[in-house]
Every structure is written in C-alpha cells, then in structure tokens.
C-alpha cells in the first residue's frame, strides 16, 4: 500500500468540473452506478488504480452536487469553503484522534480550543461566558448534549430544594434520581421545535412524549408566557425550556429580543428550569449588523441568558460535515454527564493545568475526527467581515426571492403574517416558505421545480397544504446571478401549468 493524494490522482479536477451541470444525477447514472457497485468484497482486491477509475467513473457522477452549486435550497446544507475544503483534506491527512488533551504531543486540542473561541467572538459572547464548548457531529447531537446537561440540572435543583442532597442522573440513572427527588419526569417545554429535539429527548430517557408545545394560538411560533408559567408553578415535573432560534420551517425566531429573553431566565430561575437554544442556523444572526437586518437580529438578543446554545457549522459556516458546536454554561455539570472515568490513562488531560478540557469528558464522543480545523481556517481566512459579506447575500437572495412571490400573480407568500408588505419582508431571514395559489399547480409544485434541476427546493407542509421552501445556505450566492435563475425557473413552472 503506497501513499496517494486526491491531486494526484485528478480528484480535484473532478469538483471543478461540476460547474454548470445539473444539481442531481439522473436517473440512468443513478442506476448505473448501482449496479456498478462491487457486489462484495473480494478476496484480493482491486487494487488502486482500478478502484480509483471506479471511484471516478461510476460513483462520483452519481453523487447530487448540492454543496458544490450555489443553486441547492432544499433543507439548509450549505456549501464548503475553499479554505475549509483544504483544512478538511489536512484532517484526513493527519488523520489526528482529538479525545484526550494532550499538550506535549499535538496542538490539535488547543487549534479545537481557539476555533470554539473565535466562533464566541464571532457570534458576540463574551470571551468566559461558554466555559463547556466542544465541538459535535451537527446540531442533533447539540441538542442531545443540552438535554442531557438540562436533565443533570434540573434534577439537582429539585434535589436542592427538596434538600435531599446531590443527586446525580449520571451515576444513578434517570429513574432513580426522579424518584430520589420527588419529581415525576422531566418535560420539556417549547413552540414549534425541529424534529431532532424529539429524538435527543428520545436518546436522553426523557422521552418524546415530554415535548409540550406551548405556543401563541395565533403566533405558534411565540412562547405563550401565561401557559409557560403554569405549567411551571405545578412544579411536579423537571422543566427544560427549549428555545427554537430559528424554526426550520419558516426561519422565524421564537422570541424578539433581550428584555423577552431576560423574562424568560427569571422564570426559569424561580422554578428551577433550564434554557436551551436550538440555534443551528438562526444563531449566525449575530453577525449581521445593517439596520436592515434589525428584526431578525432581534430574534438572537439575549440569547447569552440562556444556560446552552446548538450551533451547526456544517450549515450557515459553510465547513463540511458533519460540524456541528455546543455552547453550555456549567462545565461540572456537564462533567458529571459525559465523564470517561473508567479508563485512566485517557485522563491525562485532567492534571493538566491549563484550562482546556479532554472533548472526551465533556460530550458524547471518546475517539473524535479533527473537525475544528476546517472552522478554524475559514474563520481564520474569512474574518467576521467575511462571514458578514457572505450572510448578507443569502438574506439578500432570499429577500429577493420574497419579493418576487408576493408580487406575483400565481404564487403566495407564507405564512400569512397580519402585517405589511415591507414588514413581511423585514422578517426573512435565509427562508422562503410559498406556494402556488392554484391547488392542481400547488400539489406537484416541488417535483415541477425540481425537475428543471437547475435549482432545487424543499417540499413541506403548511396548515395543511403542501408548501415549497428555498433555504439559501451557500457561501457561493451571487444574488443578482441567483435571484434571475430563480424568478425564470418560478416563472416558468407558472406559465407551463397556465398551458397545461
Ligand atoms: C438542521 C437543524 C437541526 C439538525 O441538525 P443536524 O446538523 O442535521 O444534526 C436541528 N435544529 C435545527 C433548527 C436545524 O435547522
């Protein structure tokens, strides 16, 4: 086995190649490269360059090119940086297992250390506020980390009032510290949350179930602050109180500024609850500073108040996956969740002095792939100037893109906010939710966008009816070039379904 490089190999040369091609591969090539696909292993192998010419030849056609084109909307995947796409071949490279502290043998914990700095000083925290900050798999593993550091607390503050001493869901397990404490479950309280949020409360042992939607009748969106507090005088439960900043479906922000925020820590405070943000890619916000963007800021002010934050750097960062961060307040805690206390030789980072933490006894991981580097160098090259520029004309297309469906003859704009125009407009952030004002048209709506391949959009659904969603996320927007493709491809679906 010989060392090989992606540029020698002319692998480079294929991404470049991608310009100008559709943004999914057909049909046929799909088939194709199934049923190229090696059957099983063999027993010699095909050795290098066979695998490489296949490699090349039948599965690479067959990947979509969603990151690498900037005319992907569907879900929120961003794109790679060029800075970040380089630091992430480094990683593979040096292939660094980034579990222990470990000063005298490789920077590598102190590069993740000062990545997760700089990202603070990116989104405007002050430089001590976040002492538990690592780096995850993406914002569903965050929000695994929240709940499970939300669980730990709340179940130590019912202990505390009940004065029943520590009591410690690490070591004892969920069932025996609700019992220890008196409480009957945990629940988590929230308005219109992402679905991972049910699925780390799943992994967490609180449960699905626990999820209760406490929302405006009329502004779902919005925490109904009388319901908040009654359920959280009952006092039977532990509460979390998770925050949705913002929610993928409309990019709307479910508080609008630091004096909401401030109320909800003081009730949190009284009864003993922990905040969580799902910030995944409403917390770039931070960045942005033009008046124009005031009202979606404000759906980020004061979000300091809040005990954890999820971030995904695999989104909105434009780095590659999976990337996601993890901001928390109480690092003993959190210790006392994701301690690897069994083996001792992996605590060296422990003794250590400085005040870097081995990743493996603050999240989910032991061995862990150097994936702060990518972040480090795109903050690094990009600057928060260059982080602005690029934010400022995603919001910008999307913008454009609104404004072109509200003036439209055939298309509606979503949701349906009681406000003018121009105020409607203040409130996009990166997402456009619409849909086609005729049902037949509505109904294959996504599938007519789509099938141009030239953009793509996300199908979801919206009071009932389908909807289609842009999500713009590539840090290769040009929102002049983009924002004609996108009114000729919508134009062009309404005239065809006019003749049809
Ligand atoms: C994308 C997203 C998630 C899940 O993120 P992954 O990186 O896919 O794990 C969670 N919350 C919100 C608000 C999101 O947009």
Not at 38 to 61: F, M, Q, R, W
Not at 170 to 181: I, M, N, P
Not at 359 to 372: C, D, K, T, V
Request: glycine letters at 8%; proline letters at 3%; hydrophobic letters at 40%.
């Amino acid at each position: 086995m010989q060392r090989v490089y992606a540029a020698e190999l002319g692998l480079d040369r294929l991404l470049e190649l991608s310009t100008g091609a559709d943004l999914l591969p057909s049909k046929e090539v799909l088939q194709h490269a199934r049923s190229s696909l090696i059957p099983a292993i063999s027993k010699e192998g095909l050795g290098l360059s066979n695998t490489v010419k296949h490699l090349k030849e039948d599965v690479v056609p067959a990947l979509n090119l969603a990151s690498q084109l900037p005319n992907y909307y569907g879900f929120i995947t961003g794109g790679v940086t060029p800075v970040a796409a380089l630091a992430d071949n480094i990683v593979t490279a040096y292939d660094q297992n980034v579990q222990v502290h470990l000063p005298e043998e490789t920077i590598a914990t102190e590069v993740e250390d000062r990545a997760l700095r700089m990202l603070c000083e990116l989104l405007d925290f002050g430089p001590t506020e976040w002492p538990h900050k690592t780096f995850t798999t993406g914002a569903t593993a965050s929000n695994v980390l929240g709940l499970a550091c939300g669980r730990e607390f709340v179940i130590a503050e019912a202990a505390r009032r009940t004065k029943k001493g520590p009591v410690n869901v690490g070591d004892l397990g969920l069932a025996k510290a609700l019992r220890l404490c008196g409480l009957d479950d945990i629940r988590i309280l929230t308005t219109v949350p992402h679905s991972s949020l049910g699925k780390a409360a799943s992994i967490t042992g609180i449960g699905r179930d626990s999820i209760t939607l406490v929302g405006l009748p009329n502004a779902p969106h919005k925490f109904d602050m009388t319901k908040l507090q009654r359920i959280l005088q009952e006092r039977t439960s532990g509460y979390i109180v998770a925050i949705s900043c913002a929610e993928v479906n409309t990019g709307l922000f479910a508080t609008s500024s630091a004096a909401e925020m401030l109320e909800l820590r003081e009730l949190c405070d009284k009864y003993g609850a922990w905040i969580h943000v799902d910030g995944a890619f409403g917390l770039l916000v931070r960045v942005l500073e033009d008046h124009q963007y005031l009202n979606i800021r404000a759906g980020c002010d004061g979000i300091q108040f809040a005990d954890s934050i999820t971030g995904d750097a695999h989104k909105l960062l434009n780095v590659p996956y999976d990337c996601g961060f993890f901001l928390g307040k109480h690092r003993a805690l959190a210790e006392n969740v994701f301690r690897n206390s069994n083996a001792a030789y992996l605590n060296v980072g422990a003794t250590d002095t400085s005040f870097i933490a081995s990743p493996l006894n603050i999240g989910i991981e032991n061995s862990r792939r150097f994936r702060a580097l990518p972040v480090y160098a795109s903050l690094t090259a990009y600057g928060r100037r260059g982080y602005r520029d690029m934010l400022e004309r995603q919001v910008k297309l999307a913008r454009g893109i609104a404004r072109f469906i509200l003036r439209h003859s055939e298309y509606d704009l979503l949701p349906n906010l009681e406000v003018d125009d121009e105020r409607r407009l203040d409130s996009i952030y990166i997402i456009v939710l619409f849909r086609a004002k005729d049902d037949s048209l509505n109904k294959d709506l996504v599938k007519h966008v789509n099938a141009t391949k030239k953009i793509y959009v996300s199908g979801t659904a919206w009071t009932g009816a389908p909807a289609c969603r842009f999500a713009v996320s590539n840090w290769q927007v040009d929102v002049d070039r983009d924002l004609q493709l996108v009114t000729d491809v919508l134009d062009r679906v309404a005239l065809a379904a006019s003749h049809a």
